[in-house]
C-alpha cells in the first residue's frame, strides 16, 4: 500500500459542493446556449424571432377557425455600424387570431417551456413552447428593452397593452406595464395578437433572409395572407390602403411600401385530431412514467385510454405473456398501482412485441395537393406544376405524412442545380438543408429518369424548385432549432415516392413536349418542300399545282396531327372531344403556340402569325392576370371538415 | 417576255437524228412517269414515293460469265413525310423538271449547268422565302442527278447531261463528232479531247488502220508517247483518262473494243491505285454499275507497270515509293475481289507488290532513259504479250 499523498489545498467536499448545486432554471440555460434556439448570430435572430412569432400566429388562427391574415413589419432603429456588427431593430408582427386572456399572457410569451403543444400529440407548427419567449428572451438581453403585447381576444372586448420582461434565473415573466388600449388596428376577425420584440439584429436579404422564410411560408400556407414589410419599406411613410386582389390568380405583389403574398385559397386546413401515443413510439422509461402517472385504476383502462390501437385482445396477450411463474398474475383488472417495475418491464417488452395496427393517421393535415399547386403558382415563376401526397405512414410509432410538389421551366434559371424548399408542418426549413432528409431523399431520387441531368451525388440541374413537406404530430428535427428533419429510412423512403411520383409527371410533361416540338419541327420541315414539289409535278404532269399542294399538305398535317395536340395536367394528350380526367395534381402554363402550329394553320395561304398574344409576361408586377390553365384537380387527401367544437 | 428590252440571239439549231429524238422521247415518258406516280398518290391521299436503286457494294454483282459487274435489285423507297428524304424529294422533282426543260430546248448541260438549273430560294406553302436554297452546293445537286438516272433507268446522256470532258486520244483513225470529221492523226500534241458524251448519235466513227488501243493513265506518260509517235510506228490508238478515266473515255474505249475490236491495252502504274483503274475498265464500278455493259471492256490488258520490272528493268532504288498503311490494306482489298481472286497472275503480281513494298509509277522508266517506255519497254512487252487479263 502507497502512503497516502496529502494535498496541501484543501478539497472541496461534499458539503462545500453541495452549497454550489442548485436548480438550472430552463430560460437561464437557454440564455447561455441560445444557439440551440436558432439565435447563433443577429441574423438568424431577426429570422427566428419572426418565424416563431409567424409560426405562433398561423397555429392560434387555425385553431380558431380564421383564415390567417399576418403583417409582419421590420424598422430599422439602428443601421449596424460595421458589417460585422449587428444594428438594432423592432420586429412588429400583427394577426388576426383569437387573441389570448389577458391572464395567460405572461406565460405564454414570458416562460420558457409553457404552452399547449408539448404535452399532446397534434399536429401544429410549434412543439416545445419555447419559440416566442425565448425571442423576447433574446430582445431583452441584447437591448434591455421589454417585448410589447397588444392583444384583443374579443370583438367588443378592449385590447390589453402589455410589456413584458422575463426574470431568466426563476423562468418568471414581470410586467411591467398593463394597460388597456384602443390602439390596435382592425382585423377582419375583429380579434388578434400583436408582439412587437427589439432587439440586435441583422437584417440581410438572401436564401435564409425574413423574406425567403416568409415567401416559402405563403407556399406552403395558401390559405394565408401575409403581409411584409421590411426596413426599407417601413421608414417610406404612411400605410397605404391594400388593394383587394380579387383575381383567380394571385401572385405575390411588391408594392411601394410592402410584400403582398396574397391568399390563394379561402379553406383553412382540416383540423387535426389529437392523437394518443402509438406503443411503438415510446419509450421504457416514458412507459413507466405514463403508468405512475395515469389516472386510470386498471391496466385495461390504461391501455384503452393512453394510448392508441392497443384493443382489449392485446391487453389480453400481453398480460397474460408477462405473467410469470410464482409471480403475480396479471390481467387488465389489474390495478395499475400493484404493477412493480419488474412486471412494468414485462409488459412494455410484450406490448413491443405484439403486432398493434399503425396509429390513426387522422391526426394529420397534409397541405394537399391541389393547395400545393396554389401555393406554388403563386410564387414560382414556372410552367409546369405537379404535386402528390403520399398515404400517411409512420415512424418509430409516429404518424406522418409526406407531401411533394415540382415547379418546372418558365421563369426559372435553368443551368443551376434545382432549389429545394423543405417544409415540416408548414413551417418552412431555412438551414442546413444538406443535413435534411428531404435533400437526401431528393438527391437520392433518380431524375435522370425523368429527362433531366443530375450530377452523381448532387441535386439535379433544370430549371425546377422541389418541394417537400413532412407533416407529422411529432417531426423529428436534428435539433431544437428545428432546422432539419431527422434521417429515419421510413421518412426519406416516402419522399422518395412521393418525389418520384411528381418527377414521373414531370417527365411525361417533359418527353411529350418534346415530341411535339419535334413534330413541329418535322411539319416544319415537310410544310417547307411541298411547295416546290407540287410545282415542279404539276410542270411534268400537268396536274392542278393548287390541288396537288393541298392533298399533300393536307398529309403532312395527319402526319404531324401530335405537334397540334395539347397536352392535359397529367401529360397525356387531349382529345378534342374529350374533357381531360379529373385528377393528379399537374397545372401546365400554357405557353405560346410554337411557329409550327400557326404556320400549319394557313391552308396555302399567308399563315397568320400574330394570334400569339402579346404581352405576356408571366410576372409583370402590374399584377396584370395571366393566361393560365388552372383545371380543377382533386385533392388526394380526404375531405374533412373542422367539426371540433371550439371552447 | 414582251417587258425584256435585251434581244435574245438564238442559237443556232443543231441537226437532229431520228435516234436522238426517240431517245428523248424515251426519257420525257419517263420522267412524266415518275411525276405521274407522284401526283396519282398525292391526289388519291397516299403518301408519294419513288424508288431510287441502290447503288451500294452490296447491290452490285459480279457477273462471272460476262466479266462485268451489274447492278441487282435493291431498291431503297424515297418518300416525301421522312425528315431526311424530304429535301432530296423536292430535289429530286426540281432536276426531273429542270431535265425535261433542258429535253425540250434539246440543249445539253454540264453536272455544275445543273447545279445552277436547279438553284433557288425554298418557298413554303405560303410562297414565302425561308431562307434555305433548292441546292447547298453541287455535289448535293450531282447525287440527286445520279439518283435520277438509276431511277428513270437513263443515261446521263440521255437526260442531255455531260460531264467535265478529260482524256486524249491521238491514233490511226478518223471519227465523226456531233458532224465535224476529226482526223485523229492531225492532233498535234495536244490530241482529241475525249467529250463525255460519246454515244454513236455523238461520235461516229470513220476510218481506223489501228491495231489496238494503249490506254495510259496520265497525261505526262500520254504527252511521252505522243511526242515519240508511239502510235505511228505501232500502229495504234493512244488514249490518256487522267487517272480513273471518266465515263466518256471509258465509253469510248468500250465502243473501240467491240464495234471495231480493238484489243485495249492499258499501261498503269503499279500499284492499288492502277490496279483499281484496271478493274474499273475491265469489269466496271460500283457506283456506275447499272452502265457497266455499254461500259466494261472484260478483255482489256493489262501491259504495265509489273512488280517484277524492278528486276527486269535494273531499276535504281530511288525511284522506289514505299507502300503506306492504306495502300496495303487497299492492295489485299483488291486482292480479294471475285475477278482477281482466281486469277493467279493476279494474285502472283499483288503478292509481289506487297512483298516489294513499294509502288513503282510509269514515269520510273523515265529514270533510265527518257524514252525508255515508248522505245523499249512497250514495244518488247507487246511483242512478247506480256501483259495480264
Known amino acids: ?647 | 417576255m414582251a417587258k425584256k428590252t435585251t434581244k435574245k440571239v438564238r442559237s443556232a439549231p443543231r441537226t437532229r437524228s431520228k435516234d436522238a429524238a426517240d431517245r428523248d422521247a424515251k426519257t420525257q415518258a419517263a420522267l412524266k412517269d415518275l411525276a405521274g406516280g407522284i401526283a396519282k398518290s398525292a391526289l388519291s391521299g397516299v403518301e408519294p414515293t419513288f424508288d431510287v436503286p441502290t447503288r451500294s457494294s452490296s447491290n452490285t454483282n459480279w457477273n462471272r460469265k460476262r466479266g462485268i459487274l451489274q447492278m441487282g435489285d435493291a431498291a431503297s423507297t424515297r418518300q416525301i413525310f421522312n425528315l431526311g428524304q424530304a429535301r432530296k424529294f423536292m430535289q429530286s422533282l426540281r432536276h426531273a423538271h429542270g431535265i425535261s426543260r433542258l429535253i425540250d430546248q434539246d440543249k445539253t448541260t454540264s453536272l455544275r449547268g445543273m447545279f445552277y438549273t436547279g438553284l433557288g430560294d425554298v418557298h413554303d406553302v405560303g410562297g414565302k422565302k425561308v431562307g434555305e436554297k433548292t441546292f447547298d452546293d453541287q455535289t448535293e445537286s450531282d447525287a440527286i442527278l445520279e439518283d435520277l438516272e438509276v431511277t428513270l433507268g437513263a443515261l446521263r446522256e440521255e437526260l442531255h447531261i455531260f460531264a467535265k470532258k478529260r482524256g486524249a486520244m491521238v491514233g490511226n483513225i478518223t471519227i465523226e463528232d456531233s458532224g465535224d470529221t476529226i482526223d485523229c492523226r492531225k492532233m498535234g500534241s495536244g490530241g482529241y479531247a475525249i467529250p463525255s458524251i460519246c454515244e454513236p448519235d455523238r461520235v461516229k466513227f470513220g476510218k481506223c488502220e489501228a491495231d489496238f488501243v494503249l490506254h495510259v493513265e496520265k497525261d505526262t506518260v500520254w504527252q511521252r508517247f505522243n511526242e515519240d509517235r508511239f502510235w505511228k510506228t505501232h500502229n495504234c490508238i493512244l488514249t490518256e483518262g487522267s487517272g480513273q478515266p471518266p465515263r466518256g473515255v471509258r465509253r469510248l474505249l468500250h465502243r473501240l473494243n467491240k464495234e471495231l475490236g480493238l484489243p485495249i491495252i492499258c499501261l498503269l502504274d503499279c500499284d492499288p491505285w492502277g490496279h483499281y483503274i484496271y478493274s474499273v475498265i475491265k469489269q466496271g464500278s460500283i457506283s456506275l454499275a447499272f452502265e457497266s455493259e455499254r461500259l466494261a471492256i472484260p478483255d482489256a490488258k493489262f501491259l504495265g507497270i509489273r512488280s517484277n520490272d524492278f528486276e527486269r528493268c535494273n531499276l535504281s532504288d530511288s525511284v522506289q515509293i514505299s507502300l503506306n498503311d492504306r495502300d496495303t490494306a487497299r492492295a489485299k482489298q483488291i486482292a480479294a475481289y471475285p475477278w482477281f481472286k482466281d486469277h493467279k497472275g493476279w494474285q502472283k503480281e499483288i503478292a509481289k507488290l506487297l512483298k516489294n513494298g513499294f509502288k513503282l509509277e510509269v514515269e520510273a522508266l523515265i529514270n533510265i532513259d527518257i524514252s525508255y517506255v515508248t522505245e523499249t519497254y512497250v514495244p518488247e512487252r507487246l511483242a512478247a504479250e506480256d501483259w495480264l487479263d
Open chain 1, 1 to 647: 500500500m502507497a502512503a497516502k499523498k496529502t494535498t496541501s489545498r484543501t478539497r472541496a467536499t461534499a458539503e462545500t459542493m453541495a452549497g454550489k448545486q442548485r436548480d438550472i432554471s430552463v430560460s437561464e440555460f437557454f440564455a447561455k446556449n441560445r444557439h440551440l434556439l436558432g439565435f447563433d448570430n443577429p441574423r438568424k435572430a431577426l429570422l427566428t424571432t419572426v418565424k416563431e412569432a409567424v409560426d405562433n400566429a398561423l397555429d392560434a388562427c387555425e385553431e380558431a377557425g380564421i383564415l390567417p391574415d399576418i403583417e409582419v413589419l421590420i424598422e430599422e432603429l439602428t443601421a449596424p455600424p460595421s458589417p460585422s456588427k449587428p444594428g438594432r431593430y423592432a420586429v412588429t408582427i400583427t394577426d388576426n387570431g383569437p387573441g389570448i386572456v389577458r391572464k395567460q399572457v405572461e406565460n405564454i410569451f414570458g416562460r420558457l417551456l409553457y404552452g399547449s403543444k408539448f404535452h399532446r400529440m397534434k399536429m401544429s407548427r410549434g412543439q416545445q413552447g419555447i419559440g416566442i419567449s425565448a425571442a423576447g428572451m433574446y430582445g431583452l438581453m441584447t437591448t434591455g428593452k421589454p417585448m410589447v403585447i397588444t392583444t384583443k381576444p374579443g370583438k367588443r372586448k378592449a385590447a390589453h397593452h402589455l410589456e413584458l420582461a422575463m426574470d431568466t434565473t426563476k423562468n418568471k415573466p414581470e410586467v411591467t406595464i398593463d394597460v388597456e388600449t384602443d390602439d390596435f388596428p382592425e382585423t377582419s376577425s375583429g380579434t388578434g395578437t400583436r408582439v412587437r420584440i427589439e432587439m440586435e439584429a441583422r437584417y440581410q436579404r438572401g436564401k435564409t433572409s425574413v423574406e425567403a422564410y416568409l415567401e416559402q411560408t405563403a407556399i406552403a400556407n395558401p390559405h394565408a395572407q401575409i403581409t411584409f414589410i421590411p426596413p426599407e419599406k417601413a421608414a417610406g411613410g404612411p400605410a397605404l390602403e391594400v388593394e383587394e386582389v380579387s383575381t383567380e390568380l394571385s401572385h405575390t405583389t411588391e408594392l411601394a411600401d410592402r410584400y403582398i403574398f396574397p391568399r390563394a385559397v379561402e379553406e383553412l386546413p382540416p383540423e387535426t385530431e389529437e392523437i394518443k401515443p402509438h406503443p411503438y413510439g415510446v419509450e421504457l422509461g416514458n412507459f413507466l412514467r405514463m403508468l405512475k402517472g395515469t389516472n386510470e385504476k386498471q391496466l385495461a383502462g390504461f391501455f384503452k385510454n393512453e394510448f392508441s390501437r392497443v384493443p382489449p385482445a392485446v391487453v389480453k396477450d400481453i398480460t397474460s405473456k408477462s405473467t410469470v411463474k410464482g409471480g403475480k398474475t396479471l390481467t387488465g383488472q389489474t390495478y395499475v398501482s400493484t404493477v412493480d417495475h419488474d412486471a412494468a418491464e414485462r409488459l412494455y417488452r410484450a406490448l413491443q412485441d405484439s403486432k398493434l395496427r399503425a396509429p390513426p393517421t387522422d391526426c394529420l393535415a397534409p397541405i394537399g395537393v391541389r393547395q400545393m399547386l396554389s401555393g406554388l403558382l403563386k410564387g414560382v415563376k414556372a410552367e409546369f406544376y405537379a404535386a402528390s401526397t403520399r398515404d400517411p405512414a409512420v415512424y418509430r410509432g409516429n404518424p406522418f405524412q409526406i407531401e411533394a410538389a415540382i415547379a418546372f421551366g418558365g421563369d426559372l434559371p435553368g443551368d443551376e442545380s434545382a432549389r429545394v424548399i423543405r417544409f415540416a408542418n408548414r413551417v418552412p426549413l431555412l438551414y442546413q438543408q444538406s443535413a435534411c432528409c428531404s435533400f437526401k431523399a431528393v438527391v437520392e431520387t433518380g431524375w435522370k429518369n425523368y429527362s433531366l441531368s443530375q450530377p452523381r451525388g448532387a441535386l439535379p440541374v433544370g430549371p425546377m424548385v422541389i418541394m417537400v413537406h413532412m407533416a407529422s404530430v411529432w417531426v423529428p428535427f436534428t435539433s431544437e432549432s428545428k432546422e432539419a428533419i431527422a434521417d429515419y429510412d421510413e421518412i426519406r423512403k416516402e419522399m422518395r415516392l412521393a418525389l418520384q411520383e411528381c418527377g414521373r409527371k414531370l417527365g411525361t410533361y417533359l418527353r411529350r413536349r418534346q415530341k411535339m416540338r419535334r413534330e413541329g419541327q418535322r411539319r416544319d420541315v415537310f410544310s417547307r418542300y411541298i411547295a416546290e414539289i407540287a410545282r415542279s409535278t404539276s410542270a411534268l404532269t400537268g396536274d392542278d399545282e393548287g390541288a396537288l399542294l393541298d392533298a399533300l399538305l393536307k398529309q403532312a398535317q395527319a402526319r404531324t396531327a401530335i405537334a397540334d395536340a395539347e397536352l392535359d395536367e397529367d401529360g397525356n394528350y387531349v382529345k378534342p372531344e374529350k374533357k381531360p380526367a379529373e385528377d393528379d395534381g399537374v397545372i401546365i402554363v400554357e405557353s405560346e403556340p410554337s411557329p409550327a402550329q400557326v404556320e400549319a394553320k394557313g391552308n396555302g395561304e399567308a399563315a397568320s402569325a400574330s394570334e400569339s398574344d402579346a404581352g405576356r409576361g408571366l410576372f409583370g408586377t402590374d399584377g396584370e392576370s395571366v393566361p393560365v390553365r388552372r383545371k380543377k384537380t382533386k385533392s388526394r387527401s380526404r375531405a374533412r371538415k373542422p367539426t371540433r367544437p371550439r371552447a
